[in-house]
């Protein structure tokens, strides 16, 4: 399982010293004007937990972990910021190169990836946010950088680093093997991409992929450093009480538990005045006229009442999650949802934006420019699909790894149409890191002469 003395053929250099400029000026371009990076409420609470202790495994405690180690560092909240985001360009860098093998080609798809964070600017707004959706994609653009290297070299060391940073990323979202719905069995199908493997490769690739994949999972149920067992996260109460929410508001029936109400009668022309698609949170804010309601799990009434609801009103249920993805996909006739957070929320920590002129000035571009047509998410998306069906069409050979890269950026959305208890621009920032890669490869590729086949 060593790695041979011949790179393979099929992929170019590297250029690490390329690479790491690359990445150097994008992570300078992104971090100066939100320096120490965003945070809100989900950021900060991670902090905070940094400091006390894992409390609660509502959010995956491994971002808690993380800011702990840039505190060790004596580097703050900044340290993650700054790291996350030189990971995400220096591995989008050595992936360009190597999967396109001429310097100007690899050149041309990095300037069209770094012009996807300004032409579609929920990812400028999420990347200078210090969110897990960043860290996760940057994780997971490091995983596909790695196994690429893997594939390079035959080297299963590499295979190994790929299976770790597959397992990082998932470790700090629950969705997030969505993200990796095709990488992985390929992974395990053909560890090299293009090349032969053997049995013991891919039993090793499985291995590392089921010992990181597992601790991954173990995260989320034991904390660090005494292994305490923690009630584990009901976030699914809240998406069910979305849909409830939803559903109501269509059927024009009141599905809801008495207890979301405490007790008090609501109408379904009150519920329908609540309900916005997107978030559940929209519906918890005071209402003239209309009783205040509550997130609330009732003992498990509100996952007895979904289970009923929604299958008698199935009909109702797509129509409201229809509508949380439209929003979610950035293609409603409003503005893009939630496309930055653009300040850092008032802690105990004293932790406040360096260029706050600066701040203001991002904050605005991207509030504005996000309502414009052609910049919403979704184009990434289609844009994408449509690169990858003419590369797999003329047998390209890079069809396998970006058909691997679609597949994870079309899975994870696709996971988000049931369980999204929002319609966050941040939370598809991963698949459209994913989406804007192979857009750029793809597209120089098929520019270019580089068109060799499989």
């Given amino acids: 399982?060593?790695?041979?003395?011949?790179?393979?053929?099929?992929?170019?250099?590297?250029?690490?010293?390329?690479?790491?400029?690359?990445?150097?000026?994008?992570?300078?371009?992104?971090?100066?004007?939100?320096?120490?990076?965003?945070?809100?409420?989900?950021?900060?609470?991670?902090?905070?937990?940094?400091?006390?202790?894992?409390?609660?495994?509502?959010?995956?405690?491994?971002?808690?972990?993380?800011?702990?180690?840039?505190?060790?560092?004596?580097?703050?909240?900044?340290?993650?910021?700054?790291?996350?985001?030189?990971?995400?360009?220096?591995?989008?860098?050595?992936?360009?190169?190597?999967?396109?093998?001429?310097?100007?080609?690899?050149?041309?798809?990095?300037?069209?990836?770094?012009?996807?964070?300004?032409?579609?600017?929920?990812?400028?707004?999420?990347?200078?946010?210090?969110?897990?959706?960043?860290t996760t994609a940057s994780l997971g653009l490091a995983a596909t950088a790695a196994w690429l290297l893997a594939a390079r070299s035959r080297s299963a060391a590499l295979l190994g680093l790929a299976a770790a940073l597959i397992g990082c990323a998932v470790a700090l979202r629950y969705n997030a093997f969505a993200l990796f719905a095709l990488i992985v069995p390929i992974m395990l199908w053909r560890p090299y991409i293009h090349g032969p493997a053997t049995g013991g490769v891919r039993l090793f690739v499985a291995g590392c992929l089921a010992a990181s994949l597992g601790l991954a999972w173990a995260s989320t149920h034991w904390r660090l450093p005494d292994l305490q067992r923690l009630p584990a996260a009901d976030n699914l109460a809240g998406i069910q009480e979305f849909d409830l929410i939803g559903i109501s508001a269509c059927a024009g029936r009141n599905y809801l538990p008495p207890a979301a109400t405490d007790g008090w009668p609501i109408t379904p022309a009150q519920i329908r005045e609540i309900y916005d698609p997107r978030h559940v949170q929209k519906s918890f804010e005071p209402h003239e006229g209309v009783p205040a309601v509550q997130a609330t799990d009732a003992n498990g009434e509100t996952a007895e009442y979904w289970r009923k609801v929604v299958p008698a009103n199935f009909d109702c249920y797509l129509t409201h999650r229809l509508s949380v993805f439209i929003e979610l996909m950035g293609i409603a006739k409003g503005a893009v949802f939630y496309p930055i957070h653009g300040t850092i929320d008032p802690n105990r920590f004293h932790i406040a934006l360096a260029h706050p002129a600066a701040s203001r000035a991002i904050a605005a571009y991207v509030n504005s420019r996000s309502a414009e047509p052609w910049r919403r998410p979704a184009l990434l998306y289609l844009l994408a699909t449509i690169a990858v069906v003419i590369v797999v069409v003329r047998r390209h050979r890079l069809a396998l790894p970006l058909v691997a890269l679609l597949g994870g950026g079309l899975a994870y959305p696709a996971l988000l149409f049931v369980a999204a208890p929002a319609a966050d621009a941040r939370y598809i920032f991963p698949s459209n890191v994913f989406c804007a890669f192979v857009c750029s490869a793809g597209l120089v590729a098929l520019l270019s002469r580089d068109r060799e086949k499989a």
């Fill in 1 to 134: 399982m060593s790695a041979s003395a011949e790179p393979n053929a099929n992929w170019g250099e590297p250029r690490w010293v390329g690479a790491l400029l690359y990445a150097t000026a994008a992570t300078v371009a992104v971090c100066w004007p939100a320096w120490p990076g965003y945070m809100s409420y989900d950021s900060l609470l991670a902090y905070e937990q940094s400091v006390t202790g894992v409390q609660t495994m509502t959010w995956p405690p491994l971002h808690s972990y993380l800011f702990w180690l840039s505190r060790s560092a004596g580097a703050g909240p900044w340290g993650l910021f700054l790291v996350q985001t030189f990971v995400l360009f220096a591995a989008a860098a050595v992936a360009a190169n190597l999967v396109l093998r001429r310097g100007w080609q690899a050149a041309a798809a990095l300037g069209l990836f770094a012009a996807a964070f300004v032409a579609v600017p929920p990812m400028l707004g999420t990347v200078m946010t210090q969110w897990r959706d960043a």
